[in-house]
């Protein structure tokens, strides 16, 4: 994986997981319309910043019932995780990963855990009492890297610039919306949470968080992260590939959680 700076997004072109995505033609998608104005800045007030573990090459980030809930990846050690939110205190942990399988991002939906894979066009889903296994699993189409939901559909990202809204019963993709700013299309979208009516993107390779309009795929806002890790973990040098990822946001105190792949650590914020 190459780290590759970003000056704006339409530039971005990464990989999730050490290779370009391929462009799928996706059918139908809604086409962001000119003119879109640019996003605003979000500020983030940091007022916690705990442990995490550096073995966690975090792909999706959850909060449930108080408990952090983690899926991380590179292949045979790609887990689904229960951590403790303030310790970073691994509580459990089901190993899913193989040569081939690699894990990506989760969402907790009618209490279902919902874990994407990465090129494996598997969905594993699990019963959130009970990670030791899946209770099922779906195909899907496309690549797998983030995933949250709505009150009615999951929303998958791949890669892309596009995001999937898909039935969570069947699996099947009731709409596809290209996600834009400004500038133009932005790809890379990687790790997802739902906030408040809005899907907040991770973009993979950058030091930013977008705030996506889901009707329409405007991003709206736009959360600027540089130096995050380096200024609360001193002496703590990233490879390229450990980059910001991982979005958790806690409806019940209204607090975002914040991390990046084998960060030793995780940051507690409220959005201003």
């Given amino acids: 994986m190459k780290f590759i700076p970003v000056l704006f997004a339409v530039i971005l072109v990464a990989a999730c997981n050490n290779s370009t995505p391929e462009t799928e033609e996706i059918d139908p998608v809604s086409k962001p319309l000119t003119g879109i104005a640019a996003p605003q800045n979000i500020n983030l007030n940091i007022i916690g910043v705990y442990a995490h ?13 108080g408990k952090m809930y983690e899926s991380t990846g590179d292949f045979e050690n790609s887990s689904l995780r229960i951590t403790d939110v303030k310790t970073g205190n691994v509580i459990k942990k089901h190993m899913m990963g193989t040569v081939q399988v690699f894990g990506e991002g ?19 889903v699990y019963d959130v ?19 949250t939901h709505t009150d009615t559909d999951l929303v998958i990202s791949d890669g892309s610039a596009n995001l999937h809204f898909v039935n969570p019963v069947d699996f099947k993709v009731r709409r596809s919306v290209q996600v834009s700013d400004n500038i133009g299309a932005v790809n890379a979208l990687n790790e997802l949470e739902y906030i408040d009516g809005f899907v907040f993107a991770n973009v993979y390779g950058s030091d930013y968080i977008v705030k996506i309009d889901p009707s329409n795929g405007h991003v709206v806002g736009r959360i600027s992260l540089p130096g995050l890790i380096q200024q609360y973990a001193k002496g703590y040098s990233p490879d390229p590939e ?6 958790a946001w806690d409806s019940a105190t209204k607090k975002l959680y914040i991390t990046g792949k084998r960060w030793p650590k995780m940051f507690e914020a409220l959005v201003n």
């Fill in 53 to 65: 573990d550096t073995s966690a090459y975090t792909q999706g980030l959850e909060i449930y019932d």
């Fill in 106 to 124: 989760i969402t907790i939906f009618g209490d279902k855990i919902y874990q994407l894979t990465w090129k494996n066009n598997l969905v594993n």
């Fill in 242 to 247: 450990e980059v910001l990822n991982g979005i």
């Fill in 129 to 147: 009492k009970n990670i030791d296994k899946p209770v099922q699993t779906f195909k899907w189409p496309y690549e797998g890297w983030g995933i």
